[in-house]
């Protein structure tokens, strides 16, 4: 969901008041404070009717009324329902300060194509408006020779500036770090600080914080702006700064700062060198970004498909991607087809031992599944020592035992009911309850083991548990049945 001015969009459409019709959106030539209410009215399809038909008109000044009322997400949403033959024109109508805000809210393919249809006046300007961070990230895509011919046009301060962010590994605190911030020193007054605020507010990423340096550029201390709102106007910031400052180093996982942020819930955290010395700051939506995409990763491997693939992944790279798991569970699937032909002779004497086949490997991977998402989950938010590993696999066994007997009760009772066999229903309600209590610790032990042996238990995926489960599950239920077969018959 997005807010543009006074509308709100979800799932590409517009909840208003009223929508007016096509034939009022055409109509709409001057904008008038009643006709942008009207504009923040309309769905996205006739926003972009509107925008097409100013762009055609060459109508530059109604145009700008109407883009100065949306945010850049919206800029950029509006920017990809423009048809491709209009996306020219619509960037030469654009300030330099809302194509920076535009490229910032797109993916890395339209980034490229709008850096390749700027003109060589309004490069250089762009460039410098962006975001270093955003910047470091999109020139990370490109060649080295269109790298160097970017940096090239900007600013030499600027060009350094984003130089020192793209010489960290991108998945660390330097590489989703930016480099603008404001920094004050302790001997400063709060005068003196909120002087030097104004001064930089405008390349500052983030204002909520001011960090202290000294004057070996080792960070001291932090204040907050709301400290400086409170305090006296000629008192000392060392007076007032907090000298317990948490902060990341600059080669930390980024997992590592999203997991700091959240604990202690910072907009900002200060990333520092080897020596101490302030390098810049990870910002709160730089690490919502860092959520998504470990998520995203986390459901990759959950479905035993490697990478991420998306819808703009071409087909045989996705599926060179899903194969080496896909073979993998071929190969373990044929180890329940030999289980299976095994007790051949046992299902031919009791046939109604595969009805209830299905169900219980079915119910085995789907708890063990259920243990391997708590599992996952629990260790991508804390590190788990000996006492929380004995509790987490005695929780998890007790779930299982309840799990366990309830469904076995169950399946017992619909079993004798169904089949007219006691013995039948004692043999599924007792495989059941035995393969949930082991689906439950397979799901919990396994990727213990993996974390324990430096490997990320998301390898653990679903369709790996899944598939161990049906080895076990078959082998307790086929046991089982063998044990009572004389009674069966």
Not at 148 to 177: C, F, H, R
Not at 351 to 364: D, E, K, Q
Not at 423 to 437: A, K, P, W
Request: glycine content about 6%.
């Amino acid at each position: 969901m997005a807010v543009i001015g006074r509308r709100i969009v979800r799932s590409g459409a517009v909840l208003p008041w009223w929508n007016p019709p096509l034939e009022q959106v055409r109509s709409v030539t001057d904008i008038s404070k009643r006709g942008v209410a009207m504009v923040m009215q309309m769905t996205e399809d006739q926003l972009t009717l509107l925008i097409i038909k100013h762009l055609k008109e060459q109508n530059r000044e109604t145009f700008q009324t109407i883009i100065d009322e949306l945010q850049p997400y919206d800029l950029a949403v509006l920017y990809k329902n423009l048809p491709d033959k209009h996306h020219t024109k619509f960037l030469l109508f654009l300030t330099p300060e809302q194509i920076a805000a535009l490229i910032q809210e797109l993916d890395a393919k339209a980034q490229i194509e709008i850096l390749q249809k700027l003109g060589v006046d309004k490069l250089p300007t762009v460039m410098d408006l962006m975001q270093n961070d955003d910047l470091a990230d999109l020139l990370g895509k490109l060649s080295v020779d269109k790298i160097e011919e970017i940096l090239a046009v900007m600013k030499e301060e600027e060009q350094q500036s984003v130089k020192n962010l793209m010489k960290y590994p991108p998945e660390t605190a330097g590489g989703i770090m930016t480099n603008r911030y404001v920094w004050i020193q302790k001997h400063f007054t709060v005068r003196e600080a909120i002087d030097k605020l104004k001064i930089f507010a405008e390349l500052a990423e983030n204002l909520y914080y001011l960090y202290v340096l000294d004057s070996q550029k080792k960070l001291v201390g932090v204040v907050s702006y709301r400290d400086l709102l409170l305090s006296d106007i000629d008192q000392k910031i060392d007076d007032i700064m907090f000298t317990r400052v948490i902060s990341v180093n600059v080669h930390a996982d980024q997992e590592e700062v999203a997991r700091l942020i959240e604990r202690y819930d910072f907009i900002s955290v200060p990333v520092v060198d080897d020596e101490e010395r302030l390098v810049g700051i990870v910002t709160v939506d730089d690490v919502i970004d860092v959520f998504i995409q470990e998520a995203n990763e986390d459901l990759g491997k959950f479905a035993a498909s490697g990478k991420t693939i998306d819808f703009d992944t071409g087909a045989i790279t996705a599926s060179i991607r899903r194969l080496p798991w896909l073979i993998l569970l071929l190969f373990l699937g044929l180890v329940s087809g030999s289980i299976i032909s095994g007790f051949e002779e046992t299902l031919q004497k009791v046939v109604a031992l595969a009805f209830f086949m299905p169900m219980i490997a079915g119910m085995t991977g789907n708890t063990g599944t259920q243990s391997l998402a708590v599992v996952v989950r629990g260790l991508a938010s804390q590190d788990l020592d000996r006492r929380a590993v004995i509790k987490l696999i005695s929780r998890e066994f007790g779930v299982g035992l309840i799990i366990g007997t309830t469904c076995g009760l169950l399946i017992a009772g619909i079993a004798y009911f169904w089949q007219g066999s006691p013995i039948l229903g004692l043999v599924v309600g007792s495989s059941l309850f035995l393969t949930l209590i082991i689906g439950t610790l397979a799901g919990t032990v396994i990727p213990l083991i993996l974390y324990r042996c430096k490997v990320d238990p998301a390898v653990a995926s679903g369709p790996l548990i899944t598939t161990l489960n049906d080895i076990f599950s078959l082998t307790v239920y086929f046991g089982t049945a063998s044990m009572f077969i004389s009674y069966l018959m």
